[in-house]
C-alpha cells in the first residue's frame, strides 16, 4: 500500500471515530452553539466533507475553480443527525478507495489552478496529503468544540491508527 493510500485510510479512520464519539453523545450536541472556529459541530463536519468531496472532484479530473463552486453549497448544507453525517463521508470515502485502487502513479503531476494561490504544478500524493492534513486539523477543532460543550473528545492521532485494525466502509 502506497502511503498516500495509507495516510487516506488513516483520514477515514480518523473521522469515523470521532463520528462515532459524537454519536454516542447527546443529539443535540451537533446543533449547539459555541463560540469556536465554526457556529456548532455540524457546520465544522459539513465544511470538512465539502472540502474532502472538492478534492475529490479535482482528483478525479474536474478543474478546481470548478470542484470549489459545485462543493460551496455543501458547505452550508447542515445535516440533522450524526448519521447523515456518518453516511455522507462513508459514502465518499468509498469513492476515494476505488479512485486510490485505480492509481498507478500517485506522483504523476497535475496543473492545480487554485483561486485562492495560483497556478501550480502539484501530485496527486500532495493532494492527498493535503486532504488528511485539512482533516485533522478541523478534527482538531471538532475536538476543541466538544470540550467547550462538556464532552471528552476521542484520540484519533496517526500513532493511534498504527495500533487500530483497518478501517471499515
Known sequence: MSQPEQMYNYHTWATQTILSRIKELPSSVLSQEVNSSFPTIAHALSHIYAVDKMWYLVLTDTGMPEALQACIPLNSEIHGSIDEYI???ADLSVQYREWLQGQTDLEKTVLL???FA???ETSLSEMVFHLVNHGTYHRGNVSTML???GHVSIMNDYS??????????
Open 147 to 149: 470540550r467547550q460543550l
Open 87 to 89: 453516511q455522507c463521508f
Open 160 to 169: 493511534l491508527f498504527w495500533y487500530q485494525e483497518p478501517a471499515q466502509v
Open 113 to 115: 489552478d487554485n483561486p
Open 118 to 120: 495560483g497556478v501550480r
